[in-house]
């Protein structure tokens, strides 16, 4: 058979106050347009299909079209997951009757045993979970790390596979030597223990989510599909598009989509940036990102800037103020809980933590880590 | 045919801060046990099946359950329309699909002209609406008042009318004459005009919702169902139960819902109160609106109370100053837009309105009812 993978969709997503409702509508007819070329049996969406746990009302009645078109109008046979940006019970509403028109919208951990045959295919739905949903189910407590659990996770998987059928997962997690985006949440992702890749090598294919570039994982039959829409600048460069994905003999190819509004980072001096030659090149519609290579003040640059680039995302100066607070933004992603938490209290209050207060937190980080709720790496 | 006619179930209402989820799973179960005694054919919910627009999650599992077990467990066709308190939009989140399954859930006023037929029966579905919404659709913008708007509404419908078959609406508003408790906002209720009762004889039978007690209105073939749960104190001596309705030939006939814990009115003193031939009475579920007949201070009353009423929902004193407080409110109920605002003005700033201020705000409730978005009655 063979199936489109897609992921991420966000719908709802800002882009730094930029509704992104049309370029996430343009994408969706792309997406649609290239299942009909490319004549898939089935469309898999492997999570985060919404930005938010309570999507905005124009976001519910977007998706619901969406799926709609999909599944009732063109037919195909949906293959859905909730993703860690989803409310997994929200998005459960109809699920029961969604699988009457081949439309499994899988939000419940215990259910990614039962799996989903198509054609020559056995899709395996796992959800994104906390795991403790994973200690309960296996009830077993020693199961702190990602590591483990997906090592019986599998190994559960492996026990339910039909000899005579391809095997595919499907899921919404943080895989081992992965790269990321900045639209990505940080401490979402560095969360979790990362899942050793080569545990999903049982399978002939699995169906990422979770990260937005499809080249944040270069692995044969292990595949992030990224989002079809660009979600940060961090993710200028990137392209965005579907895999087409064959289980016999196994193929994948990487359909491109084409942005409706782009991201651009315009590294130029103000002089450069009100330079008809430049500002004419650059159509109304994109996103930019500016980052000035003036060292002198510019008075309200913002503002000037504007009347050439109607939507700026950032503004940042290479040589000035600004890049330095960035640097220093930049050391914190790498610092521990516990070094993170002291710069944070040093910054508010302008005082270290008493002897008292560093006490608490790391029992407090202690605490946590045995729990399994907060497992830093 | 034989239906089931209930309405208002409020999902995630709570009373006086007490959650109502086990009171609502039991209305529920009884409601499903009815159906079943009772061998209905459909099964009418005429709106308001949250309490709010956006329902927490527990509201959301409970709905989705309760809906799964009447239509995909129990298969009776499902006849529901959104009202004031739902999201019409996140309440639409899956219709496509469940109608194939004869789960008909209506929340768009253009769709309430396409009637469902379930044996002898058309049913026209029209959920809650905006007067803007039906100038928009008959695209008259004369149409400022609920008399005009329905009578248009209904002569459209019965164009719609198969000679053949009995004909039922499913609405939820505010019918002329109806009398009204406290848990229904009596903004809501009274910001709309009525709509006459003469113009519904049309149908066979007009299943309402938005009204909480049956009683509401006087009607052979108009009847609200009530909320199947007492949602106020001032609802503690109304039945709560469902209208079992035969369409030929015609007949309906009441059916009860014991409460699970109900709603007591206890009008004694602190003596009495604190008796056990009373208190020993009451079950320690129940909720209790106490009026306490003392006219001498009591200390730290409530909490003394609590000690024999678990469940104290309000606490008001018949000869004290709280009794004056609540005659006034009364009275505010019956004021006209601008009389309310000029008492709550100076309730507020303890000043009249100045003549400019009166003037801003005369013209801005004028304003309003040209639009027709606020309609004094």
Redesign the interface.
């Known amino acids: 058979m063979r199936f489109l993978h897609t992921a991420d969709w966000h719908i709802g997503k800002k882009l730094h106050g930029f509704d992104l409702i049309q370029e996430q509508k343009d994408a969706f007819d792309q997406i649609k347009a290239i299942a009909s070329q490319q004549h898939v049996d089935a469309i898999v969406i492997a999570g985060d299909l919404f930005d938010r746990a309570?999507a905005s009302?124009d976001s519910?009645?977007l998706l619901?079209q969406m799926l709609?078109e999909l599944n009732?109008k063109e037919h195909y046979p949906l293959l859905a997951i909730s993703g860690n940006h989803d409310?997994a019970?929200?998005l459960?509403?109809?699920s029961?009757?969604?699988k009457?028109?081949q439309?499994y919208m899988q939000t419940h951990f215990e259910d990614a045993f039962e799996p989903v045959t198509i054609q020559d295919t056995q899709f395996f739905l796992l959800p994104y979970f906390q795991p403790q949903m994973a200690r309960n189910f296996f009830g077993d407590d020693s199961l702190t790390k990602m590591d483990q659990i997906m090592a019986k996770t599998v190994e559960l998987m492996e026990q339910k596979f039909a000899p005579d059928k391809k095997h595919v997962l499907v899921a919404h997690f943080f895989a081992a030597g992965s790269s990321h985006t900045d639209s990505e949440t940080t401490l979402e992702v560095g969360g979790l223990n990362p899942v050793p890749v080569d545990i999903l090598t049982k399978f002939d294919y699995t169906a990422l989510g979770h990260l937005h570039d499809k080249d944040a994982l270069k692995q044969p039959t292990v595949r992030y599909a990224g989002s079809p829409v660009k979600f940060s600048t961090s993710e200028a460069e990137t392209e965005k598009g579907v895999w087409i994905v064959d289980t016999e003999p196994y193929q994948v190819q990487w359909v491109p989509l084409r942005p409706l509004h782009d991201i651009r980072i315009l590294e130029h001096s103000f002089e450069e940036l009100t330079d008809p030659a430049l500002y004419r090149t650059i159509p109304d519609e994109d996103y930019v990102a500016i980052r000035l290579t003036d060292t002198a003040v510019i008075s309200d640059v913002m503002n000037r800037l504007r009347h050439y680039y109607p939507r700026i995302v950032s503004l940042s100066r290479l040589n000035g103020r600004e890049t330095l607070a960035a640097k220093d933004q930049d050391v914190r992603v790498n610092m521990d809980p516990q070094a993170l938490f002291d710069s944070f209290f040093e910054k508010m209050t302008d005082q270290k933590p008493t002897e008292m207060q560093e006490k608490i937190v790391r029992e407090s980080f202690a605490e946590l880590q045995r729990g399994g709720s907060y497992e830093a790496n």
Chains 1, 2 share one sequence.
């Open positions: 309570v009302e519910v009645s619901n709609m009732l409310s019970i929200r459960d509403t109809g029961y009757w969604f009457e028109t439309f």
